[in-house]
């Protein structure tokens, strides 16, 4: 997997006024911090980096930010990602300082396959995904895009709880409980179609003739 570069710049204010001429100018504030070094306040491309934020790459990788101006190899993890509630557009990101070996804990999306095999999902059953993330213990340089889940044998009132769940070797994830991660859920009651009310129309009509 190739790395992923954010390219930045150095923010000399950080004060509120500062940052929404940042944001005027068509610029995303965000901050380096951890591993004992200083803080690093930084500002990028809004519409770079809100591309990259569509990349799921992006929330599970070690990505390197290159700063103009700024000596030193930047290599971090997205930690949180603030939004507009109104606008839904990214306005502050917090990065931490990491290096390939360090134990991290993130959250992975969680994705079923082969669902179109899934006996459950053949008559008509609906795959009801509880755990939409796991959060997972790693090294960082072994954070995986996302955890599968194999849907091919369910079947209808079938669950997958956290112990089914084949890892990446080298994650683990902390329970309490062998929770529930997925159920193959009956399917709901559906709407009657149109030929199923026209022959109720049709009973109905020559129920009153022969009443008549």
């Known amino acids: 997997m190739s790395t992923i570069i954010i390219e930045a710049e150095l923010r000399e204010d950080t004060g509120r006024s500062a ?23 930084i500002a990028m491309d809004y519409f770079v980096i809100s591309k990259q934020l569509n990349d799921e790459q992006f929330h599970t990788s070690m990505l390197e930010v290159k700063v103009k101006g700024s000596r030193g190899k930047n290599t971090v993890l997205l930690k949180d990602a603030q939004w507009d509630p109104v606008k839904d557009i990214v306005t502050h990101l917090d990065f931490f300082r990491v290096s390939a070996s360090d134990a991290v804990t993130v959250e992975v999306p969680v994705v079923p396959v082969n669902s179109e095999k899934c006996p459950g999902i053949i008559k008509g059953g609906l795959v009801d995904l509880v755990r939409h993330v796991l959060e997972i213990s790693c090294r960082a340089d072994a954070i995986p895009e996302h955890i599968e889940i194999d849907c091919s044998s369910l079947d209808i009132g079938d669950t997958v709880h956290i112990d089914d769940v084949q890892l990446p070797e080298g994650a683990e994830v902390h329970r309490d409980v062998n929770f529930t991660v997925l159920n193959l859920a009956a399917p709901t009651k559906s709407e009657p179609t149109a030929e199923a009310e026209e022959a109720g129309e049709e009973a109905g009509a020559e129920g009153e003739a022969a009443g008549a």
């Open 19 to 41: 940052t929404r001429r940042l944001r005027r100018a068509g610029k995303v504030p965000g901050i380096i911090y951890g591993a004992g070094k200083p803080d690093l306040p």
